[in-house]
């Protein structure tokens, strides 16, 4: 861990990384975690496809009290542009407890992220939605580059079971059951949204002017 102030404020806080090879003793690679930190949080990460052994797949801060106060969690992507594949992270789940903000610490995780993230190749991006990360993502010089819906249309329902149910025999058999319904919805969705871009176009196109 590295020890580092912010502008804000007098305190110093202890900017630590946890890598992927690290989850399967992570108590003993980061021993000040244990009160505050569950490894399972992270069993998502390790069915991500494009996961390497040291990704680095969670930034904290911690305060003087080994308590993680300002943290940030990462996935890992592949991006192919111009026939080049480049190694990309998604950084999300950004947090900073109540009563540490407006003390600069979301800034100060984001630069040391983005430093650590760099420095391995790997391109820095994130999608979020409060206010909060707007105005820090603004300050550290980021375009915001467009806007998404908060639906979310699954083609399939068992990866969603995969994080609730461990049996992948009862997962099959609940995914069974639910996915004809899935299906209909999902094509109903496509369909309204299809229609709809249909009549925005039309208007867009013979309005009067």
């Not at 950004?94 to 979301?106: A, D, I, Q, S, V």
């Not at 650590?116 to 409060?130: D, G, K, Q, R, Y």
């Not at 025999?169 to 899935?182: D, F, G, H």
């Not at 496509?190 to 249909?198: D, I, N």
Request: hydrophobic share 40%; net charge positive; charged share 20%.
């Amino acid at each position: 861990m590295r020890p580092i102030q912010t502008e804000k404020s007098n305190s110093t806080f202890y900017f630590g990384v946890v890598r992927h090879h690290e989850l399967v003793n992570f108590f003993e690679h980061h021993p000040k975690l244990a009160s505050h930190i569950n490894p399972s949080k992270f069993d998502f990460v390790s069915r991500a496809p494009d996961i390497s052994d040291n990704f680095p797949v969670y930034f904290y801060l911690l305060n003087d009290s080994a308590q993680v106060v300002c943290s940030l969690k990462v996935l890992p992507d592949l991006v192919w542009l111009d026939g080049e594949m480049y190694k990309w992270a998604w950084v999300g789940g950004f947090f900073t407890e109540p009563e540490y903000r407006n003390l600069g610490l979301g800034t100060a995780i984001e630069k040391e992220s983005k430093k650590v993230l760099h420095s391995e190749n790997i391109a820095w991006s994130s999608v979020f939605s409060s206010d909060a990360s707007i105005h820090i993502h603004n300050k550290l010089g980021f375009k915001l580059i467009g806007h998404a819906r908060t639906q979310v249309l699954l083609k399939s329902i068992r990866p969603l079971l995969a994080n609730y149910i461990k049996s992948s025999i009862l997962e099959k058999m609940v995914a069974a059951l639910i996915q004809p319904l899935l299906w209909f919805v999902y094509r109903f969705c496509v369909q309204t949204f299809l229609r709809s871009k249909k009549t925005k176009i039309f208007s867009k196109e013979f309005s009067p002017s």
